[in-house]
């Protein structure tokens, strides 16, 4: 089986400043990994997903990913976010045949 | 706009009542998923479709059930409803039902049991 756990459910921040969102999975096969977003009232979008090579994903609206293998993690950041950042950020795995989300860490970005 | 689409936006209804959850996918994805989105749960995936066929189950409730017509449009049936049945349900679709794809979700249907 497989699980993501979201360290923290929520985390606010101040805007221009840096944020890391963490995030970390347990599978026993090799895994894909995603981040989505949430806007209020709006579905799932994909910021961004590993599946091989650099550990280091870049992905939309200037946010990035690194995959660490060794300690099971996949943690978003972004150097210096904006108000437009708040949303409820969904780290996600798949392992098997299905995509498992984590319960979701809510931004809260504010001047 | 994800190109997915989902009726209705709001339900309301009874315990013990059925419902029709309807989805629409992409043009041209042949891969439909349902999830379940409550407050304690989170995003609880629910079924997947591909190409008119079962894929993969997830916690899917006995009382629910779905179906791929062969225009690809997918129905998501919930009977003999309960409170905690109340959640916002999810369509989500992606090209092909392999590993790695990325999913395009609908704004979802909140479903309302009184």
């Known amino acids: 089986a497989q699980s993501v756990t979201q360290l923290d459910s929520q985390v606010p921040v101040f805007e221009e400043a840096p944020v890391e969102l963490r995030c970390n999975y347990s599978?026993?096969?090799?895994?894909?990994l995603f981040w989505y977003v949430q806007y209020p009232n709006q579905g799932l979008q994909l910021l961004l997903k590993?599946?091989?090579?650099?550990?280091l994903v870049k992905g939309i609206n200037g946010f990035e990913a690194e995959f660490n293998k060794s300690q099971t993690s996949f943690h978003l950041r972004k150097p210096s976010v904006h108000i437009s950042d708040t949303a409820e950020y969904f780290c996600a795995v798949e392992g098997y045949s299905t995509l498992t989300f984590g319960k979701g860490t809510m931004l809260l970005v504010s001047p | 706009d994800s190109g997915v689409t989902q009726t209705p936006k709001h339900l309301i209804t009874a315990t013990g009542q059925r419902v029709t959850l309807r989805c629409s996918p992409r043009?041209?994805?042949?891969?439909v998923y349902w999830y379940q989105q409550s407050l304690d749960q989170g995003l609880q995936f629910l079924i997947q479709y591909y190409n008119g066929e079962e894929r993969a189950k997830g916690n899917i409730l006995e009382r629910f059930s779905a179906q791929q017509f062969p225009d690809l449009h997918s129905e998501l049936n919930l009977s003999s409803l309960e409170l905690g049945d109340s959640a916002l349900y999810f369509c989500a679709s992606s090209i092909s039902g392999e590993f790695g794809r990325e999913l395009f979700f609908g704004s979802g249907t909140q479903l309302s049991v009184l």
């Open positions: 590993y599946l091989s090579g650099s550990t």
């Open positions: 043009s041209g994805d042949l891969s």
């Open positions: 599978s026993s096969v090799s895994v894909y």
